[in-house]
């Protein structure tokens, strides 16, 4: 089993940043990739980035391209989303995800609100 546990959501005025951090715990050694997702009010989740371990291999929504980094410490076993040039349409709550195969893991969701 992995236990994932996210932080550092809040509220922003659009054109801020934030940064998200997903820490993982448990059978970590399985882990192959991890990443966030979003759920916004009335839609559906949606894949947000999401990094190759241990290789480091990134990967982004286009909507977030140029302005999201997402970056892992691996002897940590943490995750982060540097969320820069925030917009109101980012608003959602956000979701930590971790892959090992085959069993697939989520956080509790931390909300990230973006103010015009």
């Known amino acids: 089993q992995v236990q994932l546990v996210e932080s550092g959501g809040g509220l922003v005025q659009a054109g801020g940043s934030l940064r998200l951090s997903c820490s993982a715990s448990g059978r970590t050694i399985r882990i192959s990739a991890m990443g966030w997702f979003r759920q916004a009010p009335g839609k559906e989740r949606e894949w947000v980035s999401a990094?190759?371990?241990?290789?480091?291999?990134?990967r982004y929504a286009n909507s977030v391209k140029d302005r999201f980094t997402i970056s892992s410490d691996n002897a940590k076993s943490t995750v982060y989303l540097q969320m820069n040039s925030l917009k109101p349409e980012d608003t959602a709550v956000y979701y930590c995800n971790a892959r090992a195969t085959p069993n697939e893991y989520w956080g509790q969701g931390t909300q990230v609100t973006v103010s015009s």
């Open positions: 990094v190759n371990l241990p290789r480091g291999i990134t």
